[in-house]
Nanobody, 115 residues
Framework: QVQLVESGGGLVQAGGSLRLSCAAS????????MGWSRQTPGKQRELVAA???????DYADSVKGRFTISSDNAKNTVYLQMNSLKPEDTAVYYC?????????WGQGTQVTVSS
């Protein structure tokens, strides 16, 4: 079992930056991947960014060039640096962790971008 705790969300003006953190309750080194998804009311959850165990990264087209995912295995933490934020980035952001056939989710953190 892995608990994930997100932090770093908040209110920011368009063009601003935020950094989200996701702290895992145990080592994430052996997992397959970690990442971030987001969801707005009435819409399906959207994959935003992911990082594999080898450090490979993947991004949604809508955030490429603006968001950067990184991990610190020593701290069991994954980060999402979000720059040039847009109002359409407003959502609840969820961290997830995949290990084998198991997938774990955090409780979510709200990001609101004002125009």
């Amino acid at each position: 079992q892995v608990q994930l705790v997100e932090s770093g969300g908040g209110l920011v003006q368009a063009g601003g930056s935020l950094r989200l953190s996701c702290a895992a309750s145990r080592s994430i080194f052996s997992g397959n991947a970690m990442g971030w998804s987001r969801q707005t009311p009435g819409k399906q959850r959207e994959l935003v960014a992911a990082i594999g165990s080898g450090g490979t990264t993947d991004y949604a087209d809508s955030v490429k060039g603006r968001f950067t995912i990184s991990s610190d295995n020593a701290k069991n933490t994954v980060y999402l640096q979000m720059n040039s934020l847009k109002p359409e980035d407003t959502a609840v952001y969820y961290c997830y962790y995949v290990s084998g056939r198991f997938q774990y989710w955090g409780q979510g953190t709200q990001v609101t971008v004002s125009s």
